[in-house]
């Protein structure tokens, strides 16, 4: 595979060491952070009754919580 220099100022550099993971080269941490799935990219992919659901689902695990954390408190 062929490679390509590229000038970087110092502190992209550094940045992009810091988002370098253990045993990652900077050409794989750039792939990965190019390839990051940005929350935008998540639109549209549950219906509405879908995220209905989940919210009620959510509602109620939350209630059941504080229920527990009041019955343990007694």
């Given at each position: 595979?062929?490679?390509?220099?590229?000038?970087?100022?110092?502190?992209?550099?550094?940045?992009l060491?810091?988002?370098?993971?253990e045993g990652?080269?900077?050409s794989?941490?750039?792939?990965r952070?190019l390839?990051?799935?940005?929350?935008l990219?998540?639109?549209?992919?549950?219906?509405?009754?879908e995220?209905?659901?989940i919210?009620r689902?959510?509602?109620?695990?939350?209630?059941?919580d504080?229920?527990?954390r009041?019955?343990?408190?007694?």
């Open positions: 595979m062929s490679s390509k220099m590229v000038r970087l100022d110092e502190g992209v550099y550094e940045r060491r810091q988002e370098k993971r990652e080269t900077f794989d941490a750039v792939d952070l390839d990051d799935v940005s929350l990219d998540l639109v549209g992919i549950y219906s509405r009754e995220v209905d659901e919210e689902s959510l509602a109620e695990t939350e209630s059941r504080r229920a527990n009041r019955s343990e408190r007694r």
